[in-house]
């Protein structure tokens, strides 16, 4: 908290970068906490760091994050360290922090680069955000509402991994705001597809669901939008023939279905589950899709659960009122599944529990966190 309070007195336009959101509601310093806390304690093992390095490294190549940033980052971190520890805080101690945070600005420099490279080099790519044109806006479901996004002149878009996602930056009053959205189609398109939840504020003076409610309500189509190419560590391995688990819940369900159509297109007889969980049907997007999708696959299992069912509803054979269950998951689960979820992070913690005790090792379960990243998985706990 010391470190972002000093860091956007000094430095304000980096307000431009950071989530409001997420920094009034302390997601983003206990996500800070929790890395800084994991560099030290891996810092003779770091390897063990690899996959928080790459995740960390595509978010911030997502926001546009340049070598630049890093002394002022370094800077204002060592301030804040010796602010919180006072005394203890010896020349000793942040000289050691000041060349291990040297040698991490180091690592993640490199690793943004080469993914910047990587968007660069690709066909259709470009750097840092461009202006995509929204050809077509569909409403999903009573919250989610999907935004076609294509290249003015119509140009290649470069191909993502499905589970991967975009920045969509906005100007709203005197701050710009970024936002990441899973990409919720499957690559190969002649467009992008984003699926938004309108997240509603809390009060008046709250930023939450500033960008979606500017999406929703003022986004029409013939607009543009500034869109920075995909990123994201988080993925479908295409490559195994071992069946697939995919599980969303709410707006979790935009990388799943990226994933479903993907796989029906290059893996069009491998074993898939697919679930999902929603509040009630009013907030139940892309079923029908979902049923296109499978109509010619017997090799795909649906299931949807609904938590709030009116009395006297009937519902589709593939639905059903409830949570998902340990019966449920034992009934349905396949013999050396990978699964991937999505969905909010209680949902998650649930569902990785309920996984781990059905005995799918921690190696097979791959779960998305939207925003700053949290625990699900008890082993990383």
């Given at each position: 908290?010391?470190?972002?309070?000093?860091?956007?007195?000094?430095?304000?336009?980096?307000?431009?970068?950071f989530s409001h959101t997420n920094q009034q509601k302390g997601h983003q310093p206990r996500s800070l906490a929790d890395a800084v806390y994991a560099y030290a304690k891996y810092?003779?093992?770091?390897?063990?760091?690899?996959p928080v390095?790459?995740?960390?490294?595509?978010k911030h190549a997502s926001l546009d994050v340049k070598p630049e940033h890093y002394p002022i980052v370094g800077t204002h971190l060592l301030a804040a360290l010796q602010e919180v520890l006072g005394d203890a805080a010896t020349p000793e101690l942040l000289d050691a922090w000041a060349k291990a945070y040297g040698v991490l600005a180091d690592i993640m420099i490199k690793a943004e680069q080469d993914i910047y490279q990587a968007i660069g080099?690709?066909?259709?790519?470009?750097?840092?955000?461009?202006?995509?044109?929204?050809?077509?806006?569909?409403r999903e479901s009573d919250s989610i509402t999907s935004f076609y996004l294509q290249k003015p002149d119509g140009g290649v878009l470069p191909s993502f991994k499905p589970g991967q996602y975009v920045s969509v930056r906005v100007q709203l009053g005197q701050w710009q705001h970024i936002r990441q959205y899973s990409l919720s189609d499957a690559?190969?398109?002649?467009?992008?597809r984003v699926s938004v939840k309108h997240e509603l504020a809390q009060q008046d003076d709250h930023p939450q669901g500033c960008v979606s409610s500017y999406l929703h309500q003022q986004v029409e189509v013939g607009m543009m939008l500034d869109v920075h190419a995909p990123c994201g560590d988080y993925y479908v391995d295409d490559t195994l023939?071992?069946?697939?688990?995919?599980?969303?819940?709410g707006v979790g369900q935009t990388p799943m279905f990226a994933m479903l159509a993907h796989v029906l297109r290059v893996q069009p007889t491998r074993q898939i589950v697919y679930i999902h969980a929603a509040k009630n049907q009013a907030l139940h997007a892309f079923d029908q899709q979902v049923l296109d999708l499978i109509k010619q696959h017997a090799n795909v299992q649906y299931s949807v659960f609904y938590e709030d069912v009116p009395e006297g509803t009937v519902l589709p054979s593939h639905i059903q009122q409830g949570l998902i269950s340990a019966d449920f998951l034992q009934k349905v689960l396949p013999r050396d599944a990978d699964c991937y979820y999505c969905g909010p992070v209680p949902f998650m913690q649930a569902l990785d529990a309920l996984l781990a005790n059905q005995g799918v090792p921690q190696q097979r379960r791959h779960y998305e966190v939207f925003g700053p990243h949290q625990a699900v998985q008890q082993a990383q706990g």
């Amino acid at each position: 908290q010391a470190f972002y309070k000093r860091m956007f007195a000094a430095e304000p336009q980096l307000l431009n970068i950071f989530s409001h959101t997420n920094q009034q509601k302390g997601h983003q310093p206990r996500s800070l906490a929790d890395a800084v806390y994991a560099y030290a304690k891996y810092i003779e093992q770091p390897e063990v760091l690899i996959p928080v390095v790459t995740r960390i490294a595509h978010k911030h190549a997502s926001l546009d994050v340049k070598p630049e940033h890093y002394p002022i980052v370094g800077t204002h971190l060592l301030a804040a360290l010796q602010e919180v520890l006072g005394d203890a805080a010896t020349p000793e101690l942040l000289d050691a922090w000041a060349k291990a945070y040297g040698v991490l600005a180091d690592i993640m420099i490199k690793a943004e680069q080469d993914i910047y490279q990587a968007i660069g080099s690709s066909e259709g790519g470009w750097d840092g955000f461009m202006p995509l044109k929204v050809v077509r806006k569909e409403r999903e479901s009573d919250s989610i509402t999907s935004f076609y996004l294509q290249k003015p002149d119509g140009g290649v878009l470069p191909s993502f991994k499905p589970g991967q996602y975009v920045s969509v930056r906005v100007q709203l009053g005197q701050w710009q705001h970024i936002r990441q959205y899973s990409l919720s189609d499957a690559p190969h398109q002649p467009y992008y597809r984003v699926s938004v939840k309108h997240e509603l504020a809390q009060q008046d003076d709250h930023p939450q669901g500033c960008v979606s409610s500017y999406l929703h309500q003022q986004v029409e189509v013939g607009m543009m939008l500034d869109v920075h190419a995909p990123c994201g560590d988080y993925y479908v391995d295409d490559t195994l023939e071992t069946p697939l688990v995919l599980v969303g819940a709410g707006v979790g369900q935009t990388p799943m279905f990226a994933m479903l159509a993907h796989v029906l297109r290059v893996q069009p007889t491998r074993q898939i589950v697919y679930i999902h969980a929603a509040k009630n049907q009013a907030l139940h997007a892309f079923d029908q899709q979902v049923l296109d999708l499978i109509k010619q696959h017997a090799n795909v299992q649906y299931s949807v659960f609904y938590e709030d069912v009116p009395e006297g509803t009937v519902l589709p054979s593939h639905i059903q009122q409830g949570l998902i269950s340990a019966d449920f998951l034992q009934k349905v689960l396949p013999r050396d599944a990978d699964c991937y979820y999505c969905g909010p992070v209680p949902f998650m913690q649930a569902l990785d529990a309920l996984l781990a005790n059905q005995g799918v090792p921690q190696q097979r379960r791959h779960y998305e966190v939207f925003g700053p990243h949290q625990a699900v998985q008890q082993a990383q706990g």
